[in-house]
């Protein structure tokens, strides 16, 4: 039965985990995103879907402890902000070079170093170019409501086992800490370990007599090989162009584009309504997936807008995809607001009237 | 007259390399302990016939290849990391047999953090942990359980314990972790102790099996190649050198010790 | 007619490497290393002495390489 409850995006996100199966969340405290391993552990899934919940010593073993259960088949996920983010690196490469499916959440706050717990965007370059070693990208999508909060876990953890590969939302403090009315979709049940194994048959949940043994490793020494590894992944990641999502408003008509994703993209609602309501033909682009990017529509866009605004909270990097996509056809200009602090819609129109 | 040749015959075979070493040529040093452990390991796999419900998990360093020899499900774990890898695998699948088999870098410097909590929270899994007193894959550098006076790599004119700490008794202190239940130290450089080791890993599955907690053996072994001796000469000095800060023998045993033998 | 129990061992000596840390386990001390080396490089061991062998698995369980079997059988002497 879906449920319609007030929620806040952290604790959506973790009732969703529930709901989509999930067989392990592992967790660790951190500012603005704590709420996630709380509310699993008020829920006690464990007592109902027999989901494992933990709490870690540190955001190093969560994701670590998501590799060995992926490795096994097993829907995993993990979540934090920024800092501990950063030290999940090593382990979201492994993750794609070993091609296991893991969801991980970024509610980012402000940065660099510890930063603030104040909500931010500073994380896109890491999240889509892929924030550790070696040539793999992650599956990444950019919720703005609580409801998407929601809806993106089930959602990323089809693309993460279709492509065998490592799935991040990035949010930020803003949706992960606001209260908002979601609609929760119907559970689904967790898979039996002979789902599992029948859905991943390269999976280590013991060497059946029928088959080789399983090894999940992301180590190869012979160069060629790995080179061929690698190439795969490319391969993997063009596919993965299928999974592109993005949404528009009042494009139709616009003069002028403003591209933003997550809570940018709230706050550009805005922007567009007002400056519609005073005559300005403002549309608006919400990438919804940031890998893969919508580079193709919004050249087509440039075909028609005078110039694009990109707002983000950083100092600008998702405005430099957007630059790549124009390929310098119109004039692409930044607003940015960072360290934690927010911009409103006004100050906002007030930097677009400056390039009209 | 009987000769030896008549004797040579499948009904009076005693000993055989077990099946479930895959048919790959160990990659180990000559008289590495690795290549004995990794044997003891599958024979003990074998003799419990538990090929389909163990996962082992190698980490980073000489262990790494490990999946090249064990003819089972492995996972490679980041370094440092097997523990974790471990913690999610004996929770997600309780009934399934999960080790993980790590060298002294591995477990007693960058993965010192998950192998006390593992310990701490009890995981029911059985950490094997090769310590050879330095990091034998890169070259034989200085290693958290590296003994005083000993020449690396890294600590060329000999570990001097004012400046680079004293060997991490790693052992000692996770039997101090109530989550631990089983905690042994054990070597495989003569008959007799590969014999214990043999029995220390067996009884570690057999406490898994009742899933009593986590189960820690320590083999402390030798490493030819780092420590510039040859193996016989490296066993001398283990026996020596070695076994004065890493003494063999159980730590710590389940209180009702009823486990079948 | 008492009996006595004899033992054999079969090395392979593509897999031995020569390491030597069967040669003092061996209790009847019949283990050495031969003049010829294996296709590796090796000096692979050999037995010096085959009727000593009681088949008491030393060599064997010591040995990293898992490269010698073991048989062991009473016979008439």
Redesign the interface.
Known sequence: MSEVKLMKGNEAFAEALIRAGTDAYFGYPITPQSEVVEYLMSQKPYETTGMVVLQCESEVAAINMCYGGAGAGFKVATSSSSPGISLKQEGISYLAGAELPALILNVARGGPGLGTIQPAQSDYFQATKGGGHGDYRLFVLAPSSVQEMADFVPLAFDVAFKYRNPAMILSDGIIGQMMEKVTLFEPIPRRSLEQIEKECPWATTGKKPNRERNIITSLDLDPISQEKHVMKLKEKYEKMQAELRYEEINTDDAEYLIVAYGSSARICHKVVSIARKQGLKVGLLRPITLFPFPYKRINELANKVKHILVTELSLGQMVEDVKLAVEGKVPVYFYGRTGGAIYTPVEILEYLKTKL | MITYKDIIKPENLVYRRTPLLTQKTLSFCPGCGHGTVHRLIMEVVEEMNIQQDTIGIAPVGCSVLAYEFMDIDMQQAAHGRATALATALSRLMPNKYVFTYQGDGDLAAIGTAETIHACNRGENFIIIFINNGIYGMTGGQMAPTTIPDMITTTSPYGRDTKIMGNPLKITELVAQLPGTCYVTRQSVHTPNNVRKTKKAIRNAFEYIKQKKGTCFIEVVSNCPSGWRMTPLQANKWMEENMFKHYPLGDLKVPSNENVKQ | MATKV???I?I?T??C?????C???CPQKILALSKQVNSKG?FYVIVQN??E?T?C??C??????????????K???
């Open positions: 004899k033992g054999a079969v392979d593509e897999r490497k020569g390491c030597e840390v040669i003092p386990a090796y085959h009727e062998c088949g698995t030393n064997a369980i010591v040995c990293p390489d898992g490269a010698i079997e073991v048989y062991r059988a016979v008439e002497v």
